[in-house]
């Protein structure tokens, strides 16, 4: 099993389960760059301060007992000899063999060739990346408050956040509610700080529907948030952006949350793609391969039968593909039956900060605290861990109770928080390592531009 995102660590969880139910000897490893699976949807809270990031993180060895964890990154695969070629974290190479070969790579983030753009902004699908932005804001303010030029001061206090989906909306949200407790801390009046969402579409979260899009908007355009739609960036440098219609905004924060593409070890393949990933039936078999299914972010998995529409890369998709995933695999070695992958859809829910929430729960649409109540429970819910779930309830309580912590704690390095299909290796400074990051870089950049990308709004949330 290559990743463990929510496809691919609920699909360990479960086929573990079926095959000891069975007496299966079978052998399941997962192979993961990291130990963890991280709860994405928590990531603006720890963005802004409200939550810890070791909450967001769910150690895989605590819950996948009898799967077999191998930390590598999986470099290439021969699907005519059955093996993987992966890379650990001190760059050496080995070999993996198989019988079923699961696909869950997860996505990147879509990048457009926007001068500046790879170089200045940075992406939101990590805890380095999360916490490099809180740090690098919380810094920008301090700096604000002795800088003599009122321009650049102003510069300083201004966060761009480009792409009004699930995640961009949250973060923005969260980070006005940070803005305002740091305008205390740092002397300065909320008015003085500019958040500024900026949407190429011509109206916000265009995924969510009018109404609760439109109640969303209203909330941040109270809370102070400039919301630019029908526009993108067209020049990011490090003191400044400029937009396709010509503003030019100083600013030195750039969070890009426009979308996202499969890994690039989905195109390596040689196999079929759809919008840039991996084509499967509706069982998330791979066609014309043996033995290889694939789920996800990096799948174009066909949405409740519907061959021209693909389910979008979401948490909610992801997990119960996972589930038919495990039984699907079980059901190929032998142990019970396949089935097809078929989704309800439950609703959406999205933070917009303290006290207010959208949702649309079973189509029912809410807004405010009942949303905001209902957008909570849900997540303590989802986070599949007694012991997260704890600390973040106890997070939220802690944010009702008492101001907002706002310090600049030092664990988010630039060099860390860059675009990368391999960003957890990053830490290390050994030269033949380095220069394999450079490679891995250009890839990265070759497929995140690929014009088979998936669409802009169909974001982060696996």
């Not at 995102?5 to 299966?24: H, I, P, Q, T």
């Not at 964890?69 to 000899?81: I, P, Q, W």
């Not at 840039?276 to 998995?301: H, I, N, S, W, Y």
Request: aromatic fraction near 6%.
């Amino acid at each position: 099993m290559v990743g463990s995102g929510f496809a691919g660590f609920e699909c360990a969880r479960l086929l573990r389960k079926v095959l000891d139910r069975y007496g299966s000897d079978a052998t399941v490893t997962m192979v993961s760059p990291v130990d963890y699976l991280l709860y994405t949807p928590l990531l603006p809270e720890v963005a802004s301060g409200a939550i810890d990031p070791r909450f967001a993180t769910v150690p895989l060895l605590d819950l996948l007992p009898g799967v077999r964890m191998v930390r590598s990154y999986v470099e290439s695969v021969d699907l005519a000899a059955g093996r993987l070629l992966c890379r650990d974290q001190e760059n050496g190479g080995h070999e993996l063999g198989w019988d079923r070969l699961i696909l869950t790579p997860g996505s990147i983030t879509r990048l457009f060739d926007i001068p500046g753009l790879a170089e200045h902004a940075r992406g939101f699908k990590s805890t380095a990346q999360a916490l490099y932005l809180r740090d690098h804001i919380l810094e920008q303010f301090e700096l604000a408050r002795i800088d003599d030029d009122p321009a650049r001061a102003v510069a300083r206090r201004t966060i761009v956040v480009v792409g009004s989906s699930y995640s961009g909306t949250e973060l923005i949200a969260q980070l006005c509610a940070m803005t305002a407790a740091a305008a205390r801390v740092f002397d300065f009046q909320p008015g003085e700080a500019n958040l500024i969402l900026v949407e190429h579409s011509g109206r916000m979260m265009p995924e969510l529907g009018p109404k609760l899009a439109a109640r969303a908007e209203q909330v941040l355009r109270r809370r102070g948030v400039q919301i630019r739609v029908g526009v993108t960036l067209a020049e990011v440098a490090h003191d400044h952006v400029v937009l396709t219609d010509g503003e030019r905004i100083g600013t030195y924060t750039v969070a890009w949350v426009a979308g996202v593409v499969a890994h690039p070890l989905i195109a390596s393949l040689g196999l079929p793609v759809e919008r840039g990933r991996l084509k499967v039936d509706e069982e998330l078999r791979v066609p014309g391969t043996a033995g290889v299914f694939a789920a996800g972010d990096a799948a174009a998995v066909p949405d409740n039968g519907t061959p021209s529409k693909i389910a979008p890369p979401t948490a909610q998709h992801a997990i119960r593909q996972g589930r038919v995933l495990a039984n699907n695999v079980a059901a190929s070695l032998g142990y019970g039956r396949s089935r097809k992958y078929r989704h309800r859809d439950l609703g959406t829910v999205v933070d917009l900060g303290p006290g207010f929430a959208v949702a649309n729960p079973l189509n029912v649409h809410l807004s405010g605290f009942a949303a905001k109540v209902v957008t909570r429970a849900y997540h303590l819910y989802a986070i599949p861990r007694n012991s997260n779930r704890w600390a973040v309830a106890v997070g939220y309580l802690t944010g009702v109770l008492f101001p907002r912590t706002l310090v600049s704690i030092g664990l988010g390095q630039a060099s860390l928080a860059g675009f990368s299909i391999s960003e957890e290796f990053k830490a290390e400074t050994d030269r033949a390592r380095d220069e394999r990051m450079v490679a891995d870089d250009l890839l990265y950049r070759d497929a995140a531009q690929t014009p088979t990308a998936v669409g802009d709004h169909l974001t982060l949330r696996d």
